[in-house]
């Protein structure tokens, strides 16, 4: 007895002391969160440290000039970008390493170079010269040359200039005295028949009014900085103001543009130069060298009037969901319980078809690969845009985000095998190995057709987003070695859990179902489920759009994390309000149903896309409007996909907990 005692105060002393520990644990994981979002909080850019500069270099400082970097050119009137070097400027710096792209930079088309542009830290530069380029009409790779730079000339293309990991800014003064900056400026400015020239370029100068080519072949840099009091400072902005200048002008910013026409003895020489001027600003930290380039978008209050459209059609929505929850359904549960089992006649609304409700679909095997899909493309976007509004992608560069996405969509291959695997177990499926093969390959092998022939049309036009071979094969290295090995992991595990116990029995023969009316028929039903889900979100749509074929910055990830919140309330709220009024009338299939109402959504979002394509931007070429649609069906898919998980799901614990609260024989 005493020996029992001892060993039992002993185990009290070991439980007390693991609670403890535990304790301490869970006090700690507040400060541990805490901390994490100081860290969060602290760099404005991640893995992008500031950087000092100084006259002259010593043990504390070594840089003491800038570089530009330059990137692609691309346009709003075509779909095509193109690499910098493709074009006859001045050569860059071969000797020089450019910064790596990464996977997202490279989907996207962007192609670094370093130039020749070189700027000592607080030197002034007044009209250097950078080179010059010289064409004769008799050469006819002179005159292709001109030929390509007066194509993209007439088409607006623009150009992306870095410096100091900060993109080179073009600012215009507006009224108020504010200014309005752009991340790219035109390579030349295009004036028409009608005397028009595109938006914003300045043909100032010019000697011809009609179908004439400039080429913007002087820059003036204004660099701000910020002076840290020991002889170093850091870039604070970027910015830039392009001109056109004749080879025989006396100045860079006066006398005649620079027209891309031979002259009488049949020769054309182009003079690049550039002027530089350093401006202090101490007002400004480094950590917020971004703003002014934020502060000159007017997108956000479109952006509130977007949350509170949002919001209305949720309160809506919710209004309607819980009007149904709270009052209807809870007298039809306390009815249909009140009720004598053995009377079947009396039973009426959707009791009536409970041993039918949970009668597998057809086709269950599509249908449990395409829930899987849709679960890993609904995690891998929560996980991308939690990252991005903790702050770790950086604004600057688009390419962080779409790598991001990739990364995620690869690593959570398993949920997608884990929730196909159990949803077509529940159907009484045998032939898990077609499940897991499908599961693991059909969304992604379709996606993956479409882009490589979106890419072979890249390639045949010479565009700087074609994706190289070498990066082909990563990727597929990435599906076949990544995704597909944790799809198999997850169907492993979800194919070992018992089959789902629905609430109630299956009847053995189907019940006929009545004639519906036409808005509870299939098509009409579907349609309309989609119609709330894009409503509620078409504003940000716009954005999104616009960043991806207007090629502006989008930085606002939490107004995204709550439209994203909202889109999945919208979808979970209609699917279940048209599940309930299906089974009201005595139809019970509601499993592709629910499914196809909220997935129905990216209809309307192609649809939108098409109305985008035609009222935003002016795009031309077949090439284009292929490049164009191509890639928004790509994300219909994945929009489809999203959207009918989240409704699927919703409507499947609807119906499975109704169904566990009535009575039945």
């Known amino acids: 007895s005493s020996g029992i005692n001892a060993e039992y105060g002993e185990y009290q002393t070991i439980q007390h002391y693991f609670i403890q520990i535990n304790l301490r644990m869970v006090l700690r994981i507040p400060l541990l969160l805490a901390a994490l979002a100081s860290i969060a909080l ?52 071969e000797t020089k390493k450019p910064p790596s792209e990464n996977l997202g930079q490279v989907l996207f088309g962007d192609r670094y170079h370093t130039t020749n542009y070189k700027f000592d830290w607080m030197q002034d530069v007044t009209c250097a010269k950078l080179c010059d380029k010289s064409y004769t009409k008799d050469n006819t790779e002179n005159q292709n040359a001109l030929d390509d730079l007066k194509k993209i000339i007439e088409q607006d293309y623009q150009q992306h200039w870095v410096v100091d990991n900060m993109p080179v800014a073009w600012c215009t003064d507006v009224t108020d005295g504010k200014e309005l900056c752009t991340t790219s400026f035109p390579v030349g400015c295009y004036i028409d028949a009608k005397g028009q020239t595109q938006s914003r370029c300045d043909a100032s100068g010019a000697t011809s009014n009609h179908e004439t080519y400039y080429l913007l072949n002087h820059v003036d840099f204004i660099i701000e900085y910020k002076d ?74 479109v952006q509130w009037y977007s949350i509170l459209n949002s919001i209305v059609i949720v309160l809506f929505l919710s209004g309607m969901v819980a009007m149904i929850m709270l009052r209807t359904l809870h007298r039809d549960i306390a009815r249909y319980n009140q009720l004598d089992p053995e009377d079947p006649q009396e039973e009426f609304g959707w009791k009536l078809v409970h041993g039918d409700v949970f009668r597998p679909p057809r086709k269950g095997m599509m249908l449990s690969v395409l829930i899987g899909s849709g679960a890993q493309v609904f995690f891998m976007i929560s996980v991308t845009i939690a990252i991005a509004c903790l702050g770790f992608l950086y604004p600057g560069n688009r390419g962080f985000l779409l790598s991001a996405g990739v990364v995620m969509y690869v690593c959570l291959g398993s949920p997608a095998g884990y929730t196909a695997a159990r949803i077509y177990k529940s159907f009484g499926g045998e032939r898990w190995k077609t499940n897991v093969l499908l599961t693991a390959h ?56 018992p089959a789902i116990q629905y609430p109630t029995r299956t009847n053995q023969i189907p019940r006929h179902i009545p004639p519906q009316s036409f808005y509870s028929k299939e098509i009409p039903g579907i349609l309309m489920g989609g119609v709330l889900p894009v409503g509620s979100v078409f504003i940000q749509l716009y954005f999104i759009f616009n960043s991806i074929w207007a090629h502006q910055i989008y930085y606002m990830f939490w107004f995204l994390f709550v439209v994203f919140i909202i889109l999945v309330i919208t979808c979970a709220e209609t699917t279940i309000l048209l599940c309930y009024f299906h089974l009201c009338s005595e139809d019970y299939h509601w499993w592709w149903r629910s499914f196809l109402s909220s997935g129905s959504s990216a209809l309307y979002f192609f649809l939108y896309a098409v109305y985008f394509y035609a ?49 039945t024989d």
């Open 615 to 663: 009222e935003r931007l002016q795009m031309e070429g077949a090439a284009s409007l292929f490049i164009f649609f191509g890639y928004t069906l790509i994300m219909a898919i994945y929009f489809f996909l999203l959207t009918g998980f989240v409704g699927f799901i919703s409507c499947y614990f609807f119906v499975n907990k109704i169904y566990s609260v009535v009575k």
């Open 442 to 497: 059909f969304v992604p092998a379709i996606v993956f057709s479409i882009f490589f022939v979106l890419n072979l049309v890249l390639w045949g036009e010479g565009s700087s987003s074609a994706v190289p071979f070498g990066t082909l094969v990563g990727v597929l290295a990435l599906w076949i070695g990544i995704s597909v090995p944790l799809t198999f992991v997850g169907a492993f595990f979800g194919f070992r859990q």
């Open 228 to 301: 840290n009091g020991d002889g170093t400072g850091r870039v604070v902005a970027v910015k830039i103001r392009p001109f056109s200048h004749s080879a025989s002008t006396e100045g860079c910013q006066t006398g005649a543009a620079l027209a891309l026409q031979f002259g009488p003895d049949g020769t054309l020489t182009v003079p690049y130069t550039y002027s530089v001027r350093w401006v202090a600003n101490n007002n400004v930290e480094w950590a917020s060298r971004w703003d002014y380039l934020l502060d000159s978008n007017t997108q956000v209050n």
């Open 42 to 93: 602290t760099f404005y850019l991640p893995a992008i440290a500031p950087v000092n500069y100084c006259k002259t270099a010593t043990k504390t400082c070594k840089n003491t000039e800038l570089s530009v970097l330059v990137n692609r050119l691309d346009s709003t009137e075509s779909a095509i970008p193109y690499d910098y070097a493709k074009f006859d400027f001045c050569p860059v710096d």
